[in-house]
């Protein structure tokens, strides 16, 4: 096997179950009775504006009452440490990667701390709640909404995601169910270019058998052994 200098890591809602936020397709799941396809379209917020903003707005206040886990501080060491090309790509919107210290880090679907304007396409740091109708900075306009990728939505950076998979030596994929496209096609993406593909996760996904190797068992267990 050639010598690994270059990492992806894909990390999903499994990554922070330990913190205490709820996966998608747990027990369950998180809202309320609403599919999160019900409050996670552009379709959901045209309808019921207050709704999906309510949404948004509790789970932006949940993350006052969690903490990073072991699984996101050994990423962070990872990341410290690493001396080749790291890329750690969250589909998770919380700031729990960031507040163990990663920095070469990038959030696909957007992120709870952050607002986009959607008359101007601005987006910016937000704290707290985010009424409908809040108005843009840059722009003027009353059209701030949360600053996340909806389904039918395009993910953010995608260019540079598909460069890193790319030059990849190795994918790792933690806490995912490969439920959801693009991410869920990232593993085939690295393998087409040659890279060694690593899957840990809880139980098997939905996409376990494009992986070379699937280690099963709590983040918090197996992602410090696979950095350590
Ligand atoms: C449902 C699915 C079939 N639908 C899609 O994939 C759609 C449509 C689609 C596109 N291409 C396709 C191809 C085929 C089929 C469908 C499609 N995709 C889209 O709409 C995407 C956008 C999708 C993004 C939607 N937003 C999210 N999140 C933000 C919101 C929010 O967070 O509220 S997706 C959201 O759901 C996904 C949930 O998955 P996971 O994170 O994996 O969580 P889950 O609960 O499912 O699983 C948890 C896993 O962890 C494990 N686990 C649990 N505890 C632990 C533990 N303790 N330790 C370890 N593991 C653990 C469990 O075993 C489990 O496996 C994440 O991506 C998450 O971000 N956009 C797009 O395609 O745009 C088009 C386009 C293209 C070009 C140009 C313009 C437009």
Known sequence: MHAIRNIVVLTGAGLSAESGLATFRGPGGLWEGHRVEDVCTPEALAQDPALVHRFYDARR??????????????????????????????????????????????HMHGALRSALCAACGTRMPHEGALPPGSGCSACGAAALR???????????????????????????????????????????????????????????????????????????????????
């Not at 953010?156 to 693009?182: C, K, N, Q």
């Open 146 to 228: 949360p600053d996340i990728v909806f389904f039918g939505e395009m993910p953010y950076d995608m260019d540079r995601i598909e460069a890193a998979l790319a030059d990849a030596d190795l994918f790792v994929s933690i806490g995912t169910s490969g439920a959801v496209y693009p991410a869920a096609g990232f593993v085939q993406m690295a393998a087409h270019f040659g890279a060694a593909t690593l899957e840990l996760n809880l139980e098997p996904s939905a996409g376990s058998h494009w992986f070379e190797e699937s280690r099963l068992g709590p983040a918090t267990r197996l992602v410090p052994e696979w950095v350590e």
């Open 61 to 106: 206040e949940a993350l006052d009452t969690v903490e990073p886990n072991p699984a996101h501080q050994a990423l962070a060491r990872l990341d410290a440490a690493w001396a080749g090309e790291l890329l750690i790509v969250t589909q998770n919107v919380d700031d729990l990667h960031e507040r163990a210290g990663a920095q070469r880090l990038l």
